[in-house]
């Protein structure tokens, strides 16, 4: 396998990640695709960091499976979890359409999400719509969260909603713009650190 | 090895909302007074400045000021023929950790409970017969009347600045406020916060339908205002960064804005951060904690602190945990309903409904975390209960807590949650719908309470605290009956669409946010067998040591706590130091 340009995803884990990202935010109109706002690049950064490494997450055993209503009770930490949950889907993948996840057309890659998404999907030895869920999860953290984190690039996530961001001083506005959109260029911390 | 300290007058664990007044109150009395906070220092100069506070992906999503489960969490589960499991993350509610605890990172909504609430046993009873209460439903009166607490509520209503309307002074009924509260001495400080447009169209809706719409009490403040510590409050920018956040602004009443600077100032009180305290040592001779055992969480060295006087103000689960670890009174044996510590473990029941308008502009981001309008008429015993099947209600209410876009976003039913026809609808939607909420209250159940887990522990080696807790048959006729109020007031706004009506059903779950709202474990009143503190919140096990917050509440009622786990603080500061000090011992015989 050739180096890979990331802090810690491997270049086959970045090819998943980014064909099903722009899978989840495709571009058009609205804004370029999650891959083009860095999207894969946050992702390998969460991981690569205190949150990958299970920082701030309870992994004391013993490791049981649980009731849905327990919430997350793996013994992995994110890192090991989204390597373990892209090899999972891609040898689904492989079994299913006889190609790789990023070898696949639109059409394809939408058909294989919805399938994780509805619980349709059986990984072997992984739960697909848990993998699904926080893809999804982690999808929307690199697109939304401000890009201090890397994605998010160019405040496309926040310009889609008109978001305005920081510094957030509405104390005249409440008022004035009561039932009435308030617009303004969306400023990110890197504008005023 | 354990390191022998000398004597202070008062050790309070736990600096948060109820540490900080006690301490507070304490030095004021004369008294030296250590206080151990198991969480870091923190000041809002260092640690809540612009621009990096408002970091939604830090604060809201990977949870930066709350409890770190790695350190510390709880299990869960439903029944007691289960075996319960750790929440491995925090999601339904959010337990503060460092200096100013959850008061740091709360929304500030600071009511007043409803006489009601004070005298609930007594009260369904009178109305609705002697056996109207199921037998497995635990609740019980507080051990002191809405009338005697007043004053505290006015006291913690004058240290936060809260903004808000009358609605019952001196008895005379005030239009705007809510009719349905207790009567009040003084208006609030401050006058309420602008509604938003979603709050106006929320009350509009709700005053077309009968009913009586109100701002919510809110400790972000309306103007500029000087606290009777001295300590001058900013209004609220509506920033829509309230809860999980520090205040970068002091527009929001915490610990850290309302008191901590006094305090810390103060050489009568030491803070010392980062210690965790083990165990209350307990002197069954003379019924007195002598000492506290704690351990330097940045050295690991273990102290032990002999003190006079002891109060517990951590969160409900560690006040619990300290005693059933220190063997202060007798834990609760679900089964046969004797002993009283963990008791009566309450949380909130929740239930909303969205509401989604083609022509109105919401601007969600413009928000303060307690700037609602709300209805009061379908919560407590303020409508008839008869044929109903369950007693208490809930707080309806309406108006953005914030518009962040990790955890903001909203889309009608049916859309994808991901694609083409996700994105366009959330960029349709997003600044064109709410939420309406009811806060409902949860009364005690038999089989809901708190002990410790027999199977996982904490970063020193000590049990959790595990929660075997369920909603039952009152909280689900509830959240059914609330949550349909909520989507009649939804229909009288005329929305292009409405949202699923979400009540609470199934089981308790610990992945969606419900509220940081848990109660019981030590609760008050009159008789030792079935409570553990009395109605000043000293221990009957333990004359000098007192219990404070929400672990003393008998039951959860339908509006948020943080206004009576303040005004209760006050109450016992005031027993300690007018009484207590005096001649110290049991204030009320066992």
């Given amino acids: 396998m050739a180096a890979s340009d990331y802090l810690t ?22 804004s370029p695709s999650a891959s083009q706002c860095g999207v894969i690049d946050f992702i390998d950064c969460e991981l690569a960091g205190p949150y990958g490494e299970g920082a701030r997450l309870y992994r004391d055993g013993p490791i049981e499976k649980g009731k849905p209503e327990h919430g997350y009770q793996l013994g992995l930490t994110p890192r090991d979890f989204f390597a373990d949950g892209i090899a999972a889907a891609e040898a689904w993948t492989q079994a299913r359409f006889g190609r790789s996840f990023a ?58 909603l008109g978001y305005p961001g920081l510094m957030a001083d509405y104390q005249a506005a409440i008022e004035t713009y009561r039932g009435k959109r308030y617009r ?8 005023f650190a | 090895m354990v390191t022998r300290l000398k004597e202070v007058d008062a050790v309070v664990i736990g600096i948060g909302w109820t540490g900080s007044i006690l ?63 750790p929440f491995r993350r925090f999601g339904a509610f959010m337990p503060g950790m460092g200096l100013g605890g959850a008061g740091t ?13 004070h005298e609930l046993r007594s009260r369904i009873t009178a109305r609705y017969g002697k056996n109207a209460i199921a037998d497995d439903m635990t609740i019980a009166d507080w051990a002191m009347r809405y009338d005697e607490l007043e004053p505290y509520y006015e006291r913690f209503e004058k240290l936060c600045g809260t903004s808000g309307k009358a609605g019952n002074l001196n008895g005379e009924i005030i239009a705007g406020g809510n009719p349905f509260e207790g009567p009040r001495r003084s208006d609030y400080p401050n006058p309420p916060l602008p509604p938003s447009h979603a709050g106006m169209l929320f009350e509009n809706a709700a005053k077309s339908l009968g009913l009586h719409p109100y701002p919510t009490p809110s400790a972000n403040l309306s103007r500029e205002y000087r606290n009777p510590e001295g300590l001058v409050l900013n209004p609220t920018l509506f920033c829509g960064h309230c809860d999980r956040f520090g205040c970068a602004t002091n527009s929001k009443a915490s610990p850290n804005s309302t008191i901590l600077p006094v305090l810390l100032a103060d050489p009568r009180f030491e803070l010392r951060p980062q210690s965790w305290v083990t165990e209350l040592v307990h002197d069954t001779a003379s019924r007195k904690v002598a000492a506290v055992r704690y351990t330097d969480m940045a050295t690991g060295e273990e102290f032990e602190q002999p003190a006079g006087l002891v109060a517990l103000c951590a969160y409900p689960f560690t006040n619990t945990k300290l005693l059933l670890l ?46 609602q309008m709300n209805v009061d008429d379908f919560n407590g015993d303020n409508f008839d209960h008869g044929g109903l099947g369950f007693f208490g209600g809930a707080l309806i209410f309406a108006g953005p807590v914030h518009g962040r ?20 609808a959330t960029a349709k939607w997003y600044s064109r719908a709410f939420t309406i909420h009811a806060s409902g209250a949860n009364f005690a159940h038999r089989a809901n309470y708190l002990d410790l887990d027999p199977t996982y522990r904490d970063a020193l080696g000590r049990p959790l605290i595990r929660m075997t807790y369920n909603f039952r048959d009152n909280d689900r006729k509830l959240s059914a009956f609330t949550t349909a109020k909520a989507v009649e007031i939804a229909r009288a706004m005329n929305p292009t669409i409405l949202g699923m009506p979400m009540p609470r059903r199934g089981d308790f779950n610990v992945l969606p946010y419900q509220s940081t709202h848990n109660t019981g474990g030590t609760i008050m009143g009159e008789d030792p067998k079935t409570s553990v503190v ?49 001649t110290p011992g049991a204030l009320v015989p066992a």
């Fill in chain 2, 105 to 117: 990172i709360w929304n500030g909504m600071t009511w007043r409970f409803l006489p009601f609430d």
């Fill in chain 2, 534 to 582: 009395n109605r000043y919140l000293q221990a009957w096990e333990a004359s000098n040591l007192f219990i404070l917050g929400a672990s003393t509440f008998p039951q959860n009622p339908g509006h948020p706590p943080t206004g009576a786990v303040g005004a209760l603080a006050y109450w016992a500061a005031d027993a300690i130091a007018t009484r207590y000090l005096k």
């Fill in chain 2, 405 to 424: 876009p990790i955890a903001g976003r909203m889309t009608p039913p049916g859309t994808p949650r991901w694609g083409r026809a996700w994105k366009e």
């Fill in chain 2, 326 to 371: 220190s063997r202060i009174g007798t834990p609760y044996d679900p089964v046969t309903g004797q002993g009283a510590v963990g008791k009566n473990y309450c949380y909130q029941v929740t239930g909303n409904v969205a509401v989604f308008f083609e022509k109105e502009e919401i601007n969600p981001f413009i928000a303060a975390g307690a700037n």
């Fill in chain 2, 23 to 85: 301490a507070r109150e304490l030095t004021k009395a004369g008294l030296r007074v250590v206080g151990l906070e198991r969480g870091k220092m923190r000041t809002p100069e260092a640690d809540f400045a612009l621009p990096f506070i408002r970091d939604e992906l830090k604060y809201h999503v990977r949870q930066e000021l709350v409890q770190d489960p790695a350190l510390e969490t709880l299990t869960l589960r439903h029944e007691l023929s289960e075996s319960a499991l």
């Fill in chain 1, 9 to 30: 995803l491997t270049e086959a884990e970045a090819a998943f990640l980014q064909a099903a990202a722009d899978t989840i935010i495709p571009a058009d109109a609205l």
């Fill in chain 1, 103 to 160: 070898a696949l057309g639109e059409t394809e890659r939408g058909e294989a999400l919805a399938a994780m998404e509805s619980g349709k999907a059986e990984f072997a030895g992984f739960g697909a719509k848990e993998f699904f869920e926080a893809l999804l999860t982690i999808v929307m953290e690199g697109f939304f969260a401000d890009p201090y984190y890397g994605g998010n690039r160019d405040l496309a996530g926040w310009k889609m």
């Fill in chain 1, 184 to 191: 303004a260029k969306p400023r990110s911390i890197g504008d």
